[in-house]
């Protein structure tokens, strides 16, 4: 009886540890090819030139959006951005003074 019970909490904690977890979370294909992993919000590339960079943080601001910052790994200079999910892919967007924008669409992995 003991053991049905620990398993039952053991499965309900991974299912609300799974139902906690950012869509945005995983691994995506850049648009240079280089795979970048987002992970807590954390975005850092995993392969490229320029693996093991933190290159940004956002934060879920509602109906599938997020905010936060971009750091263009070439020249280290942070950015406002935002990204957005569409299906499949993920469109990030970096701007500075808010008015100079720039997005890249990034596909999942």
Do not use: N
């Amino acid at each position: 009886m003991m053991r049905k019970l620990s398993l039952a909490v053991a499965a309900l904690v991974m299912t609300a540890s799974a139902a906690h977890a950012e869509p945005i979370d995983g691994a995506w294909i850049t648009a240079r090819g280089d795979t970048a992993v987002i992970s807590g919000g954390t975005i850092t590339l995993k392969t490229g030139k320029y693996a093991g960079k933190t290159i940004g943080s956002m934060k879920p601001a509602g109906d599938g959006k997020y905010a936060g910052t971009i750091t263009d790994p070439q020249d280290d200079k942070t950015y406002s951005g935002t990204a957005k999910l569409v299906g499949s892919s993920l469109e990030l967007t970096g701007c500075a003074m808010s008015v100079f924008c720039r997005t890249q669409t990034w596909k999942k992995k």
